[in-house]
Structures are given as structure tokens and as C-alpha cells.
């Protein structure tokens, strides 16, 4: 049986819907429209139902319902239900039964202004609150420095095995591989000219001066700045970051210096073992590649080595170490109370490691250029 | 404040941006009480019990704690304060990366001169008396929940607190291991005169243990009912109480008309 929906005007403020057939899934739109251009008539005050020739329904016909009630209840238009069927009584009973709150409905902010006004003003805090992590995080470091600080020495060395040795094959095959492609990519213009030789110091000094500091960052910011911001979100859920500040255990000694310790001093270590495998990596090209002599390449590697290349690529891994840590515990800490919260701050915790790399890269070279260094 | 006063609350205002999700909250908390905080959820319980604990300013009002106002009081004021208040949240916020003994043992070594010997048997003496004996090397996510709660709760005594804060504890609990939580909280109030202040809407806890409560109401966002649990079901001051404490068996009738 088609279902219908239809109506009958039985005195000039009277409208009787009638429903009949199989009422589900039913989808004439313009029926519905005819409908509601009854109901918003001014002259209606009762609405009854007639649904003597209803057969099965589903819950289109509750929402149909629903919708035909509340709208009724907001034109102070009385509705008789006492035709309806028991069990849609019982439903529609069921769904006025709690008054809407009307606190609930959130302000539908449409205004350009204050959308604008809210999030430069949301920027702003965010800013100021980073910036007030920051100076605790450094206030706690000098705080540790004059031992007034304490931090766990078994969290310490945990920070210090996930961010050292197990991070070593990740950082190997990357830094191998970036040797590899500098070294490929040098040669291939190099070639043209018969300069084949100088791949050994392109790729000595771009690993030692920057790629190895930068590509050990990157790798170190998706693989530990991501896994502190989901430890110390996860720590949030639990209410343990609560716990501890109730506990007045201040929470940036406990949870931020072993991992920024640990990471100020692997970095470096880790920046010097990129270099080196960096530099292997671009040796291979040029050995099996270019057919230079290993011992040619070897000579021309540590002629082109210069100690302030060193230094600078130290110097930037350490810089980078501070940076991964702080983004790695900042979106942790700042990190809200349920799983979406902990993604996003993980995601955070990555982007904002990388562009700040970035940014402090850009800072040091403009730095070592303006004073040539 | 009266000298058997541990926590006074006057005019309190709590609001998140424009919601006010409390308002004019006045109540007095004694020594050596039982105090529930009851209400439907999303009455505010929690966020109360966060702005006594230290946990989230109020947008307005006061907190006496002892004799200390202490939203205005200074940060290192504060820390001392808490530190005398021990609380254990829903989950037990255990630490997850700790054994049970080293959680205990956390503030001991944060706040006091013990040697290391004498946290051990501090630690042991705490989980003991929780009825975690031997579970000291045991990690949070190899103990029930039930047991998590307790080692929470020993961690909350560690240092001897004059108040403790329970937030929900029998939560997530079957009716055994919530009756012997009960029956844990009774013993620490009776043995230590720890001031106990628990947030629950778990009736058979709220008249097992309350000595004194307040009644947060969802609709009017304040105080509607003060003092003892059973005195309340026996004279309901108005009907919301009456159909909270009741299960919504009695009271209906008049929240028809």
C-alpha cells in the first residue's frame, strides 16, 4: 500500500492530517511543503490526525510528527494525538517529555567582527601561553642547574634510551639516504664538467652544516616529539597532569625536563652520527658511481671539513633538540581531556616542531651569513 | 570562620565564557564530616570539587581553606595547601609509567626528609591499609580497576592530609568493591579524623557514608538542599531532591503539575 499524506480543513480553524498506506521511507517533498503552508495558516488553532488507514511506518513518520507538534506547540496551536496510534503517542510523548534547554543552543555566531575579534584574540593567547611555557621550561632548566629542581633519574635515562640508541636506525637510513641524493644530484651537474671530485665536498659540507642537524630534527620531531605529546595527552585523559598539580608537584620539572635534557644532549650526538653516515652515503655515488678512487674521495671529504661547519651543524641540532622537546610537551600539556584532543595535539606537536625548525634553520644561516661565520 | 569550619564557600560563582554553570554556592564543610556533593549530572559537581582543589579559579566568590582565602592567597601558599589534601580522581590517576609503590612513594620524596628505607615501609604501611598488601611492584595496568582506586586512595594518604577529595569513587565499580570502597572511606574518617569530602551521585554510597551534604541543582545552577543525606529522603525540601534521591520513584507526580 503507497503511503499518503493529506489534509482536510473541517472548520476554518480546524486541519485534519490524514496518513494512510505504508508510511516509510516516504519522500514527497512537495506533499510535506502543501503541508507545513497549511499549518503556518493564521487562522488554524487545532490540529488533528487521522491515521484510521495507517499500515507500517517507520521513524520518517515520527520525525513528520515531531516536526508538525513542535511547530504547533511554537503557534500556541493545540494539537490532538488522542487518533494517533499507542505507540506513536508513547514516542512523541517520549520526545517532548524533557523541555529543550534552551542554555544548550549554542549562539550561532555568525558576525564577521567577532569571528575575527575571536580568533585574533585566541591567537594571541595562545602566544602569550606559549611563550609563558617557554620561560617556565627555561626557569625549571636553571632551577635543575642550581639543583633546586628535581627531575626522576629513571625517566631521565628512559628519555634518554627512546631518544638515543632507538632512534639510531631510522636516523641511519635517512641520513645514508639524503647522502645518497645529494650526492646523485651533485654529480649529475658536476659531471658536465669534469668536476666530479667536488661531490665530496658538497656532500661534506651540506651534511655537516645544516642536512644532518635538520634531517635528524625532522625524523626526531615525527618519531619522539609526537610520542611525548600523546604520553603527556594520554596523562591528561587520565587525569594524572591533574594529580600531580593537586599534588603540587609542579608539573613542568616533572614531565618536561627529562625529556628536554634528554633531547638538548642526544640531538648533538645524533646530528654527529648523521653526518657521518650522511657523508658515507654521498661516498658511495661517488665511488661506484662516478668511479672516483676511494682514497681521492676520503682526501677531498676531509679537505673540504672545516671545524665552524662542524660546530654550526652541532649548534643547530642542539637548537633543534630544545625546539622538539618544548612543541613535543607544550601540545601535551595543553592537550584536552578526550582522544580527539590527543591526536590533534600530537599532529600540533609535528607541524609546529618542523615549521620552527625551519624558521630557526632560516634564523641561524641569515645569523652566520650577517656575521660571517 | 568557626573553628570547626576545614572549608568555607561563600557566594561562589563559576562561569565557562558566558555559561554560568554555578551561582551564589554557599555551604561550610566541618572537621572530621563525611560531605557529599550530590546533583544530576552536569550540575557542576565536578567543576566543584576542581575549584576546591586548586584545579580551576572561580569567577567569583570565596574559598576558605582553614583559615586561608585561597584564590587569593600566593602560589607557594596554595602549594602548601594542597599539599595537605589528598584526592582520588575517577580513574585513580595513577601514574601509568610507575609501579604502585613508586606512585605512593611520589610525594614522599617530593615533600619530605625520609630516607629512602623509611618511604619503603611508609608505602608499604599505606597500601596495607587500602588492602593492596604485596602489590607494590605491581603496575597500573596490571591491577582491576577497583584496585586502582585504592592504590589511588594510598597515594592520596601518603602525606597524612587533612582533607580528601573523592571524586566519584564508586564509579565504574561492581556493588562489592563499591560497598568495600565505602567501607575504606567510613575507616579513614573514623581512624585518621580525615575530613572526607566525596562527589557522587551513587545513592547507596551518598546514605552509606554522608554525614552532611549539599544538593547542586541542574536548573536553578545553585544550592537547593543542605544537611544530612537521610534527613534529606525523610523531609525533602523540595521536590528535585526528593525525586533525586529516590531514583525519580517519588516526586514525579508534582513535577507533572
Known amino acids: ?373 | 570562620m568557626s573553628k570547626s569550619a576545614e572549608i568555607k564557600v561563600e557566594n561562589l560563582t563559576v562561569a565557562y565564557g558566558d555559561f554560568v554553570l554555578m551561582k551564589d554556592v554557599n555551604f561550610t564543610i566541618n572537621k572530621g564530616d563525611i560531605f557529599i556533593i550530590m546533583g544530576a549530572s552536569g550540575s557542576g559537581k565536578s567543576t566543584l570539587l576542581r575549584v576546591l582543589t586548586g584545579l580551576k579559579e572561580p569567577t567569583k566568590g570565596v574559598v576558605y581553606i582553614g583559615d586561608v582565602d585561597f584564590w587569593k592567597s600566593d602560589k607557594n601558599v596554595q602549594n602548601k595547601i594542597m599539599r595537605k589534601n589528598g584526592i582520588l580522581y575517577q580513574s585513580g590517576a595513577l601514574f601509568s609509567s610507575m609501579t604502585l609503590a613508586e606512585n605512593v612513594a611520589m610525594p614522599l620524596q617530593q615533600y619530605t626528609n625520609y630516607s629512602d628505607d623509611e618511604i619503603g615501609e611508609i608505602v608499604s604501611l599505606k597500601l596495607a591499609l587500602v588492602g593492596l598488601a604485596g602489590f607494590e611492584d605491581f603496575y597500573p595496568s596490571e591491577i582491576s580497576g577497583g584496585m586502582k582506586k585504592r592504590a589511588g586512595l594510598a597515594r592520596a594518604l601518603a602525606l597524612d592530609p587533612k582533607i580528601v577529595y573523592f571524586d566519584e569513587p564508586s564509579a565504574g565499580l561492581d556493588p562489592v568493591s563499591a560497598k568495600l570502597l565505602d567501607d575504606l572511606i567510613i575507616e579513614i574518617n573514623k581512624s585518621l579524623g580525615t575530613t572526607i569530602v566525596v562527589v557522587t551521585h551513587e545513592l547507596a554510597s551518598i546514605f552509606a557514608i554522608g554525614t552532611n551534604s549539599i544538593f547542586l541543582d541542574n536548573e536553578t545552577r545553585t544550592i537547593t538542599a543542605k544537611g544530612n543525606p537521610k534527613e534529606l529522603l525523610s523531609s525533602p525540601p523540595n521536590n528535585t531532591v526528593l525525586r533525586f534521591l529516590t531514583r525519580g520513584i517519588k516526586g514525579n507526580e508534582e513535577a507533572a503539575k
Open chain 1, 1 to 373: 500500500m503507497s503511503p499518503e499524506l493529506d489534509y482536510n480543513w473541517i472548520s476554518g480553524d480546524t486541519l485534519e492530517i490524514k496518513i494512510s498506506g505504508d508510511y516509510v521511507s516516504f519522500d514527497k517533498k512537495a506533499q510535506k511543503d502543501d503541508l507545513y503552508k497549511q499549518i503556518r495558516h493564521k487562522t488554524l488553532k487545532n490540529i488533528k490526525f487521522d491515521t484510521r488507514n495507517l499500515g507500517r511506518w517507520d521513524t520518517v513518520l515520527v520525525v513528520l510528527l515531531y516536526d508538525i507538534v513542535k511547530t504547533a506547540k511554537n503557534k500556541s496551536i493545540n494539537v490532538d494525538t488522542s487518533n494517533l496510534q499507542e505507540s506513536l503517542k508513547r514516542l512523541l510523548n517520549l520526545a517532548f517529555s524533557v523541555p529543550e534547554h534552551k542554555t544548550a543552543n549554542r549562539k550561532n555566531k555568525t558576525d564577521i567582527l567577532i569571528c575575527v575579534g575571536e580568533k585574533t584574540i585566541n591567537i594571541f593567547n595562545s602566544f602569550m601561553s606559549g611563550i609563558d611555557f617557554v620561560s617556565s621550561s627555561f626557569k625549571s632548566i636553571g632551577r635543575f642547574i642550581v639543583s633546586s629542581a628535581t627531575m626522576r633519574k629513571i625517566d631521565f635515562l628512559f628519555a634518554l634510551e627512546d631518544c638515543g640508541y632507538k632512534a639510531f636506525p631510522i636516523v641511519t637510513l635517512i641520513s645514508f639516504m639524503v647522502g645518497l641524493i645529494l650526492g646523485f644530484v651533485g654529480a649529475m651537474q658536476l659531471k658536465i664538467f669534469g668536476a666530479q671530485i667536488f661531490v665530496a665536498s658538497l656532500v661534506a659540507i651540506a651534511m655537516l652544516r645544516v642536512m644532518g642537524a635538520m634531517m635528524t630534527g625532522i625524523i626526531m620531531a615525527g618519531r619522539t616529539g609526537s610520542a611525548y605529546a600523546a604520553t603527556i595527552g594520554t596523562m591528561q585523559v587520565n587525569e594524572e597532569i591533574d594529580a600531580m598539580r593537586t599534588m603540587g608537584i609542579p608539573v613542568v620539572d616533572f614531565l618536561l625536563l627529562p625529556r628536554v635534557m634528554a633531547l638538548m644532549l642526544m640531538m648533538p650526538l645524533l646530528t654527529v652520527f648523521s653526518d657521518i653516515v650522511g657523508i658515507l652515503g654521498g661516498g658511495m655515488v661517488g665511488v661506484l658511481m662516478l668511479d672516483l678512487p676511494l682514497q681521492e674521495y676520503w682526501n677531498a671529504t676531509i679537505d673540504a671539513m672545516r671545524m665552524k661547519d662542524f660546530l654550526i651543524g652541532v649548534f643547530h641540532g642542539f637548537v633543534f633538540g630544545c625546539i622538539i622537546a618544548l612543541c613535543g610537551c607544550y601540545y601535551g600539556i595543553k592537550s584536552g581531556k578526550d582522544a580527539d584532543s590527543v591526536g590533534k595535539a600530537t599532529t600540533n606537536a609535528v607541524v609546529y616542531s618542523i615549521v620552527w625548525i625551519i624558521i630557526a634553520t632560516a634564523v641561524i644561516t641569515v645569523f652566520c651569513q650577517v656575521f660571517g661565520i
